[in-house]
């Protein structure tokens, strides 16, 4: 709060014979001396020095030229007008620059292209890109390339265009955040991963074809990366680590800070971060690379900087501590009723756990002047040089938005247009130029993502799409359902190596929870791979290390799960029996296609990394299918 100045007015220096005649003592005002003597006595030749002005002139509201077309490039709309689903709560929302499309993410690492239309978006493509949790997204400058990160040690990378997986990278750890850190058009893209466990970042050819990193930083930061973002107008990566130290690189040559920015770290205020004890959690670049806005825990502030010169520009307080003081004295943009901010409080509170941080972001609009957050009141819109919000959106509805991205729609026909043709009343030209914007926002716990657009007439009937089969019809029948273990993926930790598995649980839900079960007990612990035949497959399972034991975790045999999934391909993981329903601990892994095997051993998962491991337990030396050496599961790790 700015405090407030009393007006000052000239020296007054009162006469011999003021005193002698008795004058009260002057009250002195805005506009001259009130109830003592008059102006005109003041300004005697007993007066020392000038006087000041007699009122301080009126300060100037700070004007954002063409604003109204800025924020005519926005959705109109307050409430969203549309709503699709995951299966599992969302995590990330990208809008790919150039190429149009939107890219969706959720949780249990699935990955949905949608392709922005003439008005709203189509669905694309769906890939179950990881085994778990996605980590980090990052989309190149171009638009044309999109990167995963989970917690299965890979990156995933697809080509946008085509909607399609282009690649594999097997990680040597688990990744914490990811960026494409190269120029538009560049002959070799790059990208920048950071570790979840040391300071490391390590770059990587972005298209997958080199799968080793093709440099090390080790010694830039000194604490975890935790967020990273890259600058196309100064080719410079800005990066801050979980001790609130923030670095500027370039990812080429000496990997050292350009010469284009600021020269002295301690001109700069890059250290705001450790003077607060905090740390961003997510860093976005301006379009016009001019500024830099950075969100961080847990003293919750959104940061704006000048990228040259790193000086902090503004600064947005979003703690729960001045939320709640703002909402006991009224200051709130909308106060709430006592249970309703009850409620939204305790969501925020929530947002304090490590695995939500990065969910939540900022971005700036295509001009620059704008930045979005969701806050406790909706997602708000705040011009940085008025300094205003200038428009909330979903401040009513039943979701707190984390992770945004805008679709400021550019022209769906970009033909040659004359300037006669401009100047025309032309209505199919009109139409063609129509700018169609879109938001979208995931919501704090929530399966859906939202869309904001310019429509008005909305129906809350209709407006939530169930595109997607829930997981549990309702609340009763989740309570009533009988608890069983499950997971989506296991990780065999065995003598030659790990073997990655994912898991089929809606095609063999007790196959799987059998497996689950036996392998968190440490059922499958020192048991060996008891049968290898090359060309065919390796079994284990058995506690005996024979093939003649093992039990389910009933005590008795189970019945065959035969589903739609087949022996179509190798590294395909089924339960071994000695005949219809005859199902207990041991299963196998194939190394082939082997279709003679469908309808007569229920498949539950199949291996997905590791795959070099499994051919090197196949071409081991046996005797009588049996190895010679013995080929061990250390454990069983389930995801």
């Keep these: 709060m700015v405090k407030e100045e009393p007006i000052q007015s000239g020296q007054l220096k009162r006469s011999r014979t003021d005193f002698e005649n008795g004058s009260r003592s002057p009250v002195q005002t ?131 265009i085509t909607f399609d997986l282009l690649a594999i990278v097997p990680l040597e750890s688990t990744p914490k955040c990811i960026c494409y850190v190269h120029r538009r058009g560049a002959s070799l893209p790059l990208l920048a991963v950071a570790e979840d466990a040391t300071p490391t970042i390590a770059i990587y050819d972005g298209r997958g074809e080199n799968q080793q990193p093709l440099h090390k930083i080790s010694k830039l930061h000194r604490s975890v990366v935790s967020a990273m973002a890259y600058n196309d107008n100064f080719d410079c990566v800005v990066s801050a680590d979980t001790g609130g130290m923030v670095e500027y690189w370039r990812p080429n ?156 729609g550019q022209p769906q026909k970009k033909g040659v247009v004359t300037v006669s043709m401009a100047a025309s009343s032309n209505p199919l030209l009109q139409e063609a130029e129509e700018r169609d914007p879109m938001l979208v926002t995931t919501g704090s716990g929530k399966v859906r993502f939202y869309i904001f657009t310019n429509e008005e007439e909305i129906s809350r009937a209709t407006r939530d799409v169930q595109n997607e089969k829930p997981k549990h019809l309702n609340a009763r029948q989740q309570l009533e359902a009988k608890p069983a273990e499950s997971g989506s993926a296991a990780i065999l930790h065995t003598t030659y190596g790990d073997i990655h598995i994912r898991l089929f649980q809606e095609a063999a839900p007790k196959a799987v929870e059998n497996f689950v079960t036996h392998s968190r007990n440490g059922y499958y612990n020192a048991t060996k791979f008891h049968r290898v035949i090359k060309k065919f497959m390796i079994q284990c399972g058995d506690p005996l290390g024979d093939g003649t034991g093992g039990e389910s975790i009933w005590g008795k045999e189970f019945e065959d799960e035969f589903s739609t999934l087949k022996h179509d391909k190798p590294y395909t993981v089924s339960m071994a029996n000695a005949g219809p329903n005859t199902n207990g601990s041991q299963f196998f892994i194939t190394t082939e296609k082997t279709p003679w095997l469908d309808k007569k051993h229920t498949i539950f998962g199949r291996a997905v990394q590791g795959l070099d491991v499994v051919h090197r337990i196949e071409n081991t030396r046996v005797y009588k299918e049996k190895p010679e050496e013995d080929i061990q599961i250390v454990n069983i790790d389930i995801l």
């Excluded at 549309?82 to 959720?106: G, R």
Aim: avoid cysteine.
């Design 253 to 408: 040559g000496t990997y050292e800070k350009p010469d284009s920015v600021w020269e002295y770290k301690s001109s700069t205020d890059l250290f705001e971060f450790r003077k607060s004890k905090s740390a961003p959690s997510s860093i976005v670049i301006s379009p016009s690379g001019h500024q830099f806005a950075a969100f961080s825990f847990p003293d919750r502030k959104i940061r704006i900087f000048d990228f040259a010169t790193a000086k902090l520009y503004r600064t947005y307080d979003e703690s729960i501590a001045t939320i709640t003081d703002m909402q006991q004295a009224g200051t709130a943009l909308q106060r709430l009723e006592d249970v309703e901010f009850g409620r939204r409080l305790a969501v925020e509170r929530e947002l304090e756990h490590p695995a939500l941080q990065n969910k939540i972001n900022v971005i700036f609009d295509e001009s620059s002047n704008f930045i979005l957050y969701g806050s406790v009141l909706g997602v708000r819109v705040i011009n940085t040089l008025t300094n205003r919000v200038i428009k909330v959106y979903g401040k009513d509805e039943p979701f707190r938005s984390l992770n945004i991205a805008l679709y400021q």
């Design 30 to 160: 805005q506009n001259g001396v009130k109830d003592g003597f008059n102006a005109s006595a003041s300004s005697s030749e007993d007066d020392i020095g000038p006087a000041l002005p007699a009122s301080a002139p009126k300060k100037k509201r700070r004007k954002l030229p063409y604003e109204k077309l800025y924020i005519g490039a926005l959705p109109s709309s307050q409430r969203y007008s549309k709503s699709l689903m995951h299966k599992d709560q969302l995590s990330f929302v990208t809008i790919t620059p150039s190429t149009d499309y939107l890219i969706t993410s959720s949780v249990d690492g699935v990955v949905k292209f949608w392709k922005k239309v003439a008005v709203g978006i189509e669905a694309v493509k769906e890939f179950r890109a990881h085994i778990g949790e996605i980590r980090s997204v990052s989309v190149s400058q171009d638009g044309r390339s999109f990167a995963t990160a989970g917690t299965d040690k890979t990156v995933k990378i697809f080509d946008v």
